[in-house]
């Protein structure tokens, strides 16, 4: 009697398990559809600042324009993943995009899996092209953002007018501990890109390259957008430099054609980007800083990392007749890029100085050669040990203060930064904030902190630390201090 039940019992549960699954897939799917999903790499130690970018720059831009914006959890350094919710981005949202100054490259992410395992079994699964998240529709419509971007970015080649077939090239990379190496994840790809979608590889005559990061067990994979960083640093002097520079630690490229490895014969020019002009990308992006159009001195800060700066100093949302300074401007990096930002041009005023006669020549330089932006910018020389400002007047202080060898001396640092941090505190007003990007000696910064955590009730408006952390910068690691004045709160 209990055999006949369990056994319909059990083909009922199966099937509707079986439903579900379906079901869950069907959905899944539908989703996916829904939405585009981006992959962004920024400086390490910025991704929060680059999330708050994405959601003021595409969610909360102009009244009325919300567009949804969810973030992966796939969280790793240097790298954020968002989607939006626009099956086929339009091109007002790739021009916002191009409008995020805090991404260094911008990637329309392919797919993104997890639980691949150490061993070569993995190989097989990245060449299994169908079997991926999306299939092979996914690659269709992340192929027609590339075009899409190309095209407002006035590259009109063959291949990005749609007039032939784009040839691509895999550049791979891992982290973690595998049986295999970065190469043999970019040969498996190739292969399966090719096998499935029929798109020929070549290691050098690429129209467009595909990025695969297996990360520990997941896999992101994506074409990028942008030629080099959206934001290039302007230190880069040369074009072919800046290639070399734009490869991740451990990134080998692969495709499956060998024999691409070699030039060309007879030295033709080839299709890869390294050897193409290079498309400016620049006239939507901080085209002010166009390294052939700025003085600079060899301790500029990449723009990338200036946005972000003026990002945590919270001048994108600081009210009308805010007065916000850089008292060791350099040649004016960090203050030219916040002016890019029409609202922080509107609503702020700025003071640049620095102790230095060339830096000051290169800013007014810089100045002069600006768009007509109608910035309102004084340029003062000044130490910043002594700053000729009344107390209690800047809103804001936004600074990357000397460090390294730039000021090598550790018995001045010892004197210089709490001197600076000193009068940082007195020019400030309450509630005011100072932003402070500082290499080996932020020590200093915060034995000055915790002395005035210390003093009690003696300190009346006492800094608050908001931010201590830090960034990744070229092989160096320095720290980003957010400090606000605050009002102690007196006891009756
Ligand atoms: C790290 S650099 C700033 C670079 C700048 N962010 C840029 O992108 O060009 C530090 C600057 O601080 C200036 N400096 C050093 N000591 C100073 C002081 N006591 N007062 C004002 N400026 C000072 C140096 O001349 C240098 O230009």
Redesign the pocket.
């Known amino acids: 009697m209990m055999n006949r039940w369990v056994i319909p019992g059990s083909i009922l549960a199966s099937v509707l398990l079986l439903g579900y699954i379906l079901h869950r897939r069907k959905r899944k799917k539908a989703d996916q559809q829904r939405w585009t999903t981006f992959w962004a790499t920024v400086t390490t130690g910025f991704e929060s600042i680059a999330r708050s970018e994405i959601i003021w720059k595409l969610q909360r831009w102009e009244e009325g324009s919300a567009m949804e914006v969810r973030f992966g959890h796939e969280d790793a350094p240097g790298k954020v993943i968002f989607f939006i919710e626009e099956s086929r981005p339009s091109g007002e949202t790739l021009n916002r995009l191009k409008r995020l100054y805090s991404v260094q490259q911008m990637m329309v992410a392919i797919f993104i899996e997890s639980n691949y395992p150490p061993s070569k079994e993995a190989l097989s699964r990245m060449a299994d092209l169908p079997r991926h998240a999306g299939g092979t529709e996914a690659w269709s419509r992340a192929l027609d953002v590339w075009r899409r971007w190309r095209r407002e970015c006035g590259d009109d080649a063959p291949a990005v007018r749609g007039q032939a077939v784009p040839v691509f090239r895999v550049t791979a990379a891992h982290s973690g501990k595998h049986e295999f190496h970065s190469t043999d994840i970019g040969q498996a790809m190739a292969a399966g890109i090719a096998g499935h979608l029929g798109w020929p590889a070549d290691l050098k005559n690429y129209d467009f390259e595909i990025y695969a990061h297996l990360r520990y067990d997941t896999l992101t994979v994506g074409i990028p957008l942008t030629r080099k960083s959206i934001n290039d640093s302007s230190v880069r002097a040369t074009e072919q430099q800046a290639a070399q520079d734009d490869q991740p630690d451990q990134l080998v490229s692969a495709a499956i054609d060998d024999g691409a490895q070699d030039a060309p014969a007879g030295g033709q020019p080839s299709r890869g980007w390294k050897r193409r002009k290079i498309i400016d990308d620049s006239t939507n992006s901080l085209s002010l800083l166009d390294p052939a159009k700025r003085e600079r001195?060899c301790?500029?800060?990449r723009p990338a990392v200036?946005y972000c700066l003026t990002l945590t100093a919270g001048l994108h949302e600081a009210p009308a007749g805010t007065l916000a300074a850089d008292?060791?401007?350099?040649?004016?990096?960090?203050i030219e890029v916040a002016t890019a930002e029409e609202p922080i041009l509107r609503r702020c005023f700025f003071i640049a100085?620095?102790?230095?006669s060339v830096?000051i020549d290169k800013t007014y330089a810089n100045l002069q050669r600006l768009p007509a932006r109608r910035a309102r910018i004084d340029v003062v020389r000044?130490?910043?040990?002594r700053l000729p400002l009344r107390s209690d007047v800047l809103d804001v202080i936004v600074t990357?203060?000397?460090f390294g060898k730039?000021?090598s001396c550790a018995d001045q640092l010892r004197t210089?930064y709490p001197r600076?941090l000193k009068e940082f505190h007195r020019s400030l007003s309450v509630e005011g904030r100072a932003v402070l990007l500082t290499g080996a000696a932020y020590r200093l910064i915060r034995r000055e902190i915790d002395r005035q955590g210390q003093l009690g009730a003696e300190a009346t408006h006492p800094w608050v630390c908001v931010r201590d952390s830090a960034i990744s910068m070229g092989g160096l690691h320095p720290v980003v201090f957010a400090l606000n004045k605050k009002a102690r709160e007196v006891r009756r």
């Open positions: 001195s301790t500029n800060l200036a008292p060791m401007c350099g040649s004016n990096t960090i100085g620095d102790s230095q830096p000044w130490t910043a040990e990357d203060m000397p730039r000021l210089v600076c």
